[in-house]
């Protein structure tokens, strides 16, 4: 997922992860996706979701 191994995933990265799991799905609405994952992963708010926020939400 972390195409450029920065450590952080952001929206683009996302996308292109759903793109490829979905595809041209009309049923999903991959925009609305990212936006709702990052709503609950990006803890900080800072535009990335890391590993520790992904973890800290298993927790």
Do not use: P
């Amino acid at each position: 997922m972390d195409q450029d191994n920065n450590g952080k995933i952001d929206r683009e990265e996302l996308k292109q992860l759903l793109e490829a799991i979905w595809g041209n799905n009309t049923d999903f609405d991959i925009s609305k996706a990212v936006e709702s994952t990052f709503n609950k992963c990006d803890l900080n708010q800072d535009g990335f979701i890391t590993f520790d926020e992904l973890a800290s939400l298993a927790e």
